[in-house]
């Protein structure tokens, strides 16, 4: 069976900037076989050794400026790697797990548009909120017949 990886991440102290650990949140609840749940402050180069035992990863994170409610895409190891000891993008995780490991997992990216990011307070805006329950009308079934599944065709999801 397919192995997921979520990781959501971001700072929930920050208003809508928690967007990625409430959606991890949420789709811990659910506990689905097959799938493995993270939620952290940032993504970190100790993310490599998690995502490369599994076959695709999800990275949620809060979107300052993208499109509405969410994007979801595909992304790519991004070669050159650079990085601080205070963050790692989604990126240079995913090429750290080919180079170090041999992972050829396949990486996602999930941005949920915020709109609140420049206060401190442990909630979310109103229309972050909205563009949360969107996001997870979205995901939770696509979890669900991915890890159904056998792993033959990683991309599709």
Do not use: W
């Not at 895409?73 to 650079?82: A, C, D, T, V, Y």
């Not at 990126?91 to 609140?116: C, H, K, N, P, S």
């Not at 109103?126 to 792993?151: M, T, Y």
């Amino acid at each position: 069976m397919t192995k997921i990886l979520l990781i959501g991440y971001g700072n929930p102290g920050r208003l809508d900037d928690g967007l990625g650990p409430a959606l991890a949140e949420a789709v811990a609840q659910l506990n689905l076989p097959g799938l493995t749940v993270d939620s952290d402050y940032q993504l970190t180069v100790e993310d490599a050794a998690a995502v490369a035992e599994h076959d695709l990863v999800i990275f949620a994170d809060a979107s300052i400026n993208g499109e509405e409610p969410f994007f979801y895409r595909e992304i790519f190891p991004k070669g050159g790697l650079s990085f601080s000891s205070h963050s790692v993008e989604p990126e240079a995780v995913l090429a750290m797990a080919a180079d170090l490991f041999g992972a050829a997992t396949r990486g996602y990216a999930l941005g949920i548009r915020g709109y609140l990011f420049d206060e401190f307070g442990e909630r979310l805006s109103e229309r972050a909120r909205g563009n949360l329950a969107s996001a997870l009308d979205f995901l939770i079934p696509l979890l669900k017949k991915r890890l159904s599944e056998p792993c033959q065709h990683p991309s599709i999801l």
